[in-house]
């Protein structure tokens, strides 16, 4: 990844302002000013003539260099780093997986990775909760739990990122190791538990990055004042999603979900309650009616009562799991409708291992599996709900997305937006426009026009 930065930065800017912008003093008839440049001191048997021809060959080498790239248009350029990506991947395989994605967090944070400048196919944008997306596809959260890299993974070219789940007090979640890799099945079990910095170091980060935003908003918007609003959020070119979670021993689980609201929801531009993880003990009999209309009503009284300019509060969901019977789809359905829930993400993982996974040694492994096996469950559940809800509250297909046919089954089952990690986790950066090409073949294929036409169509 630092490798890439560095070709990036000095191939694409440097050599070719060295080459276009400076120009003249290249070719300048004064041999002085290019031995100095060029030549090596270190080495002082060197004649004059021998330092000239090494400063000559480096100053061909560079012109050639950025002339080169200089022919080749930013979005092919473009194209060629996310694909150069694919070269690290065996790199990543071999580490212990948290170690991996540890490494990707922090490579993602100092933003070595590459930066999408070509835009979105005009048929993927799409407007939700008044927010514009200029793709449906998102980042799950359990990636950056702790708000760390959310520039660098919005420049990646998602639609959305959603980081968390964020606790109030920080907690280190279960004993290592606790995430294990299934890569046959393209799956993964992790059993993390909430491992989190809690609200206050989120709050800051996120804090710090919404001021950068806004600052950049100002200037341009006082050198270019007629420029078209473009897709985006508080955290800059894409819409910004925090998942927040109750601590373990906390005795008073919407108590935990108000101070996230408190602390967080002013740099969000949706908020997620997460009711729906197996790892943290009791956290799920939250999605049971009385318990969940209680929650909800709370967390939407905390964020309702503070300050809102003109946007308005960010919106809410909750994100549910794929291991619920037809009646708790129904219940939840029913306080979702009743409480007008903003929305629903469907779903987290799941403690069943179906096939293949279940021959693999690995599941017998306790924690929530993601990835492929998860696909055909998650859709499942994500039909029913859009069934329950008619349509009215917009859905997050959640879930065992590897392709862009995969997201585009989950907008045909009914979900507006979709999310993945495992695949990201084990494809890296060049299988988002991957599945962004194919997402928008998929739709043009069948006629659509935009994602909303799509969306539940194989049910309306």
């Known amino acids: 990844m630092a490798a890439w930065k560095i070709l990036r930065d000095f191939s694409y800017r440097r050599v070719i302002s060295s080459t276009l912008g400076r120009s003249r003093h290249c070719f300048s008839s004064s041999s ?34 950025g002339a080169y790239v200089s022919t080749v248009d930013e979005a092919t350029f473009c194209g060629w780093l996310f694909s150069a990506t694919k070269l690290v991947n065996p790199f990543f395989a071999l580490l212990d997986a948290e170690v991996a994605h540890t490494l990707a967090v922090s490579a993602a944070a100092r933003g070595w990775v590459p930066r999408e400048k070509r835009p979105d196919p005009a048929i993927l944008g799409l407007e939700v909760w008044g927010r514009k997306f200029s793709n449906p596809l998102g980042l799950a959260a359990g990636f950056d739990k702790n708000a760390e890299a959310v520039e660098g993974l919005l420049g990646l070219g998602f639609g959305f990122v959603e980081v968390g789940s964020v606790t109030p ?27 989190s910095e809690g609200i206050v170091a989120v709050a800051k980060r996120l804090g710090a990055q919404h001021g950068k935003r806004k600052l950049d908003e100002t200037s341009r918007t006082s050198s270019s004042p007629n420029d078209e609003v473009k897709a985006g959020g508080k955290a800059g070119p894409g819409i910004l999603g925090v998942n927040i979670g109750k601590n373990k021993t906390s005795e008073d689980a919407a108590a935990d979900y108000v101070q996230g609201v408190h602390t967080l929801s002013q740099y969000a531009d949706y908020l997620v309650i997460n009711v729906s993880s197996p790892n943290t003990p009791g956290l799920r009999m939250l999605q049971g009616r009385k318990q969940l209309k209680d929650l909800v009503k709370k967390v939407q009284a905390a964020r309702d009562e503070m300050q809102w300019g003109e946007e308005g509060p960010p919106p809410l969901l909750v994100k549910i799991a794929p291991d619920l019977s037809k009646e708790d789809l129904e219940d939840i359905a029913a306080v979702a409708v009743a409480l007008r829930l903003d929305g629903l993400i469907i779903s987290n993982t799941t403690i069943s291992r179906p096939d293949p996974v279940s021959n693999n040694p690995v599941a017998k492994e306790t924690g929530g599996l993601s990835g492929k096996p998860l696909l055909s469950l998650s859709n499942n559940i994500l039909k029913e709900m859009y069934l329950l809800t008619r349509g009215k509250i917009p859905l997050i297909g959640c879930g065992g997305i590897s392709s862009g046919e995969d997201a585009y089954r989950k907008i045909r089952a009914g979900a507006t ?16 426009p991957q599945i962004k090409a194919e997402l928008a073949e998929c739709l043009e294929r069948d006629g659509f026009k935009s994602i909303i036409e799509a969306v539940g169509a194989d049910y309306r």
């Open 32 to 65: 002085s000013s290019s031995s100095a440049a060029y030549a090596t001191p270190k080495i002082p048997h060197f004649s004059k003539r021998g330092r000239l021809l090494t400063g000559a060959t480096t100053l061909g080498l560079v012109i050639a260099t």
């Open 169 to 195: 007090v920080p907690q280190e979640g279960n004993p290592k190791p606790r995430i294990f890799r299934l890569r046959q099945e393209g799956a993964i079990i992790n059993r993390c538990g909430f491992n």
């Open 417 to 432: 937006l979709v999310q993945l990690y495992t695949a990201f986790a084990y494809g890296g950066p060049a299988l988002i």
